[in-house]
């Protein structure tokens, strides 16, 4: 069977019909802010301006760069088309990463 994954918040139906515009579109999630976004937790105790240092560096070197820009631009779709309150980033990047491999 299928479990059920919780990265969906309350019913799902299309917040705005498929190919239509929103002159209120949100801005893409890019590659870093996912990047930025899945690491920071293996910064608990660390202030937000040094861990963001920290995962600077981490980026620099980072060889799945790729892989981070196709799931901003997954989650970016699913948010933009499902409604920002709809889709959780931290749920659908624990998902998705190691989904695609990059755990």
């Known amino acids: 069977g299928h479990e059920y994954l919780p990265v969906f918040e309350g019913e799902i139906k299309p917040h705005?019909?498929?190919?239509t515009s929103d002159s209120?579109?949100?801005r893409p999630l890019n590659a870093f802010m996912a990047f930025r976004t899945?690491?920071?937790k293996l910064f608990p105790d660390t202030q937000q301006k040094n861990a963001s240092g920290f995962l600077t560096?981490?980026?620099g070197g980072d060889p799945q760069?790729?892989?981070w820009a196709?799931?901003?631009k997954v989650y970016s779709f699913?948010?933009?088309?499902?409604g920002k309150g709809t889709v959780n980033l931290s749920a659908f990047l624990g998902?998705?990463?190691p989904l695609m491999n990059m755990v």
């Open 16 to 19: 705005r019909p498929l190919g």
């Open 95 to 97: 998902i998705a990463c």
């Open 57 to 59: 560096q981490l980026w």
């Open 70 to 72: 196709l799931i901003a």
């Open 78 to 82: 699913l948010r933009d088309q499902l």
């Open 38 to 40: 899945y690491y920071l």
């Open 24 to 26: 209120r579109a949100k």
């Open 65 to 67: 760069r790729n892989k």
